[in-house]
């Protein structure tokens, strides 16, 4: 983790909700999923900023629209003081050249028909500006040697590397057009345990020589706390306590994260009876029709009738965090 500077990415009330149809020839629509509800952030220059949550929360809705692949509902994100969502042209387009992401599956994002130098040269081929034409095979090459592949592999495909090394070459493709900011979404999630702490290692790494900031996505607690400066959880598209990695995880005040981290494994065994596991009752909401008042109260133990009335705010309550919650208490969960 780096010591963070100021804000380079400033996220205000951020909206994006989907529309459901109905009908075939006179579609009319019928609701909003509520996939991203109103979040706020900022990223600090050369900071990690953890988001994690359940599968659902909204997650990577929020990195697709801070890739403007979405329009947001409303809201803004200001990018080193500028509104992206408001950028056309050849702003819009250095802004892709300064936000870059990593995806998820190194299976699917990476064209199979394409060889490993013809991918992560691609970017090069929309912003010529950043390599000429007779530099990319060198660019290429030396990208991979930075991501600890073998240069001379430049001319093989994609189904010749292990998943570990493909998430390399997502990874090289990221940074082929020196970006500032990288959104990571669930980067190593599908990889073995012991690749994704090569993967996460190189992402530190990285982000030290190049002075990188991150957007890490993931829904294991446990991965993101290595890597993380500040931690935002969301729930149902909200985010519902956000501070920094200590704070988080060794005193959370939020139910909702209790529940995540009294969840996460415990590595040692002798430590394994030592905490009280928090079960969740109930499924998660339908973000179409979200629960008034506080969104976690259908399935919280401290739920009481002011938070089916009024909507807890994302403010300091206890301790240094931010919690929205009315009933914020901090609470030691792992040991």
């Known amino acids: 983790m780096s010591e963070a500077g100021e804000p380079i990415l400033e996220v205000v009330d951020l909206v994006k909700h989907f529309p459901v149809r109905v009908g075939v020839l006179f579609k009319h629509t019928v609701g909003q999923v509520r996939a991203v509800d109103g979040v706020s952030f900022d990223l600090r220059r050369g900071e990690t900023l953890g988001v994690v949550g359940e599968s659902g929360c909204g997650k990577s809705t929020l990195a697709q629209v801070l890739m403007r692949l979405e329009p947001p509902t409303s809201g803004t994100a200001k990018f080193?003081?500028?509104?992206?969502?408001?950028?056309?042209g050849s702003e819009l387009r250095k802004l892709r050249r300064s936000i870059q992401i990593v995806l998820q599956d190194p299976y699917t994002s990476l064209n199979p028909r394409m060889t490993v130098g013809d991918i992560i040269g691609e970017p090069f081929e929309i912003h010529p500006e950043v390599a000429p034409k007779g530099e990319r095979a060198t660019r290429v090459r030396e990208l991979l040697e930075v991501v600890g592949l073998n240069p001379e592999h430049i001319n093989r495909y994609p189904h010749q590397f292990s998943g570990g090394q493909r998430q390399r070459i997502?990874?090289?493709?990221?940074?082929?057009?020196?970006p500032e900011v990288i959104i990571c979404d669930e980067p190593v999630s599908a990889?073995?345990?012991?690749?994704?702490?090569?993967?996460?290692?190189?992402?530190?790494?990285?982000?030290?020589?190049f002075g990188l900031s991150?957007?890490?996505i993931a829904h294991d607690l446990s991965?993101?706390?290595?890597?993380?400066?500040?931690?935002?959880?969301?729930?149902?598209?909200k985010v519902v306590e956000i501070g920094t990695e200590e704070e988080i995880y060794t005193?959370?005040?939020?139910?909702?994260?209790?529940a995540l981290l009294s969840a996460v494994p415990v590595a040692d065994p002798t430590l394994r009876g030592q905490r009280q596991v928090i079960r969740l009752e109930g499924d998660v909401p339908s973000p179409v029709d979200p629960p008034s008042g506080c969104r976690f109260r259908t399935r919280c133990w401290k739920a009481q009738d002011i938070c089916a009335e009024e909507e807890p705010e994302l403010t300091v309550r206890t301790g240094g965090q931010l919690s929205a919650c009315h009933f914020a208490q901090e609470k030691s969960v792992v040991p």
């Not at 080193?80 to 056309?88: E, L, V």
Request: glycine share 6%; no cysteine.
């Open 80 to 88: 080193q003081g500028r509104d992206i969502f408001r950028m056309r």
């Open 170 to 178: 997502g990874i090289a493709r990221a940074l082929a057009l020196k």
């Open 191 to 209: 990889l073995d345990v012991s690749i994704q702490a090569q993967v996460m290692n190189l992402l530190g790494d990285l982000q030290n020589e």
């Open 214 to 216: 991150y957007v890490f």
């Open 223 to 237: 991965v993101v706390r290595h890597l993380s400066d500040r931690v935002a959880v969301m729930y149902l598209g």
């Open 251 to 258: 005193r959370p005040t939020h139910p909702y994260t209790q």
